[in-house]
């Protein structure tokens, strides 16, 4: 039985793009059940419009766009999602708990870290262990928002989940300290995008994989909030304000303005 999946009605025929507000073009259309594991899985019989961005290269969709918290729960967000993604749960947290042990390493124990878009807390759980002092923060799990601001914020495989990335971004703003670094992994196009087009694994709406980015899109998002960007590799950013004094000299010299 195809799922009850529902189409915007004011945003049928996009025009500008949601990061710089140029011209967009029709990049392609996929099944609903797309999905980063390359899965047959039951069909809606649903398809999926992706956009592309003719300036900043950013490509979305506009389909989920006036979706509740309660549609992307039952048909994306649901019992089933951990067979489209299985680093979850247990994997992902703990690379992402490796990851910041290496970059902080003695500083953990004196910095306040926000783990937006936590899913269900285990990153928080394994740094708190580690002794870190780590808050969980996910619309989907846990919908109350901090009241205070951090020194890190971290946005593992999170951006590519939103409808709106300038919201993301200025409300990830809203958290961090006038001097702090946000960390975020989402995976760049590749340079041959235009010849992968939507076949590419990475473009999946079952996995909630709505905003894909290219480095241009990320900078124009952080930038202008004052932040420096470094791409780390093709997934792994740093967007940076100020000198935080927990981050290697280093990185501030590879920093793009």
């Given at each position: 039985m195809p799922l009850p999946l529902k189409?915007?009605?004011?945003?049928?025929?996009?025009?500008?793009?949601?990061?710089?507000?140029s011209n967009m073009a029709f990049f392609g259309n996929v099944d609903f059940e797309k999905n980063c594991e390359d899965l047959a899985l039951p069909t809606t019989n649903q398809t999926i419009p992706y956009y592309l961005c003719m300036e900043c290269g950013f490509i979305c969709t506009y389909f989920f766009d006036n979706w509740e918290k309660t549609d992307f729960i039952k048909n994306i967000y649901n019992e089933d999602y951990t067979i489209v993604d299985p680093d979850f749960s247990e994997k992902r947290p703990e690379k992402s708990r490796d990851l910041l042990i290496s970059l902080f390493g003695k500083h953990l124990e004196t910095i306040d870290i926000l783990d937006y878009g936590g899913g269900n807390g285990q990153l928080a759980d394994k740094m708190n262990s580690a002794g870190g002092r780590v808050t969980s923060y996910d619309h989907f799990y846990f919908d109350?928002?901090?009241?205070?601001?951090?020194?890190?914020?971290?946005?593992?495989?999170?951006?590519?989940?939103?409808?709106?990335?300038?919201?993301?971004?200025?409300?990830?703003?809203?958290?961090?300290?006038?001097?702090?670094?946000?960390?975020?992994?989402?995976?760049?196009q590749p340079n041959d995008i235009a010849s992968e087009g939507v076949s590419w694994w990475y473009l999946s709406p079952r996995n909630g994989h709505f905003s894909l980015y290219t480095s241009e899109a990320l900078k124009r998002l952080w930038l202008p909030l004052g932040f420096g960007l470094l791409s780390v590799n093709d997934c792994l950013h740093l967007a940076v304000r100020g000198r935080p004094h927990f981050l290697s000299p280093f990185i501030f010299e590879a920093l793009v303005y």
């Amino acid at each position: 039985m195809p799922l009850p999946l529902k189409r915007p009605t004011d945003r049928v025929s996009p025009q500008t793009c949601k990061i710089c507000h140029s011209n967009m073009a029709f990049f392609g259309n996929v099944d609903f059940e797309k999905n980063c594991e390359d899965l047959a899985l039951p069909t809606t019989n649903q398809t999926i419009p992706y956009y592309l961005c003719m300036e900043c290269g950013f490509i979305c969709t506009y389909f989920f766009d006036n979706w509740e918290k309660t549609d992307f729960i039952k048909n994306i967000y649901n019992e089933d999602y951990t067979i489209v993604d299985p680093d979850f749960s247990e994997k992902r947290p703990e690379k992402s708990r490796d990851l910041l042990i290496s970059l902080f390493g003695k500083h953990l124990e004196t910095i306040d870290i926000l783990d937006y878009g936590g899913g269900n807390g285990q990153l928080a759980d394994k740094m708190n262990s580690a002794g870190g002092r780590v808050t969980s923060y996910d619309h989907f799990y846990f919908d109350k928002k901090p009241c205070n601001k951090f020194d890190v914020i971290t946005l593992f495989e999170v951006m590519e989940h939103v409808t709106d990335p300038s919201n993301l971004v200025n409300s990830v703003n809203s958290f961090l300290n006038d001097v702090g670094v946000v960390v975020l992994s989402t995976l760049l196009q590749p340079n041959d995008i235009a010849s992968e087009g939507v076949s590419w694994w990475y473009l999946s709406p079952r996995n909630g994989h709505f905003s894909l980015y290219t480095s241009e899109a990320l900078k124009r998002l952080w930038l202008p909030l004052g932040f420096g960007l470094l791409s780390v590799n093709d997934c792994l950013h740093l967007a940076v304000r100020g000198r935080p004094h927990f981050l290697s000299p280093f990185i501030f010299e590879a920093l793009v303005y």
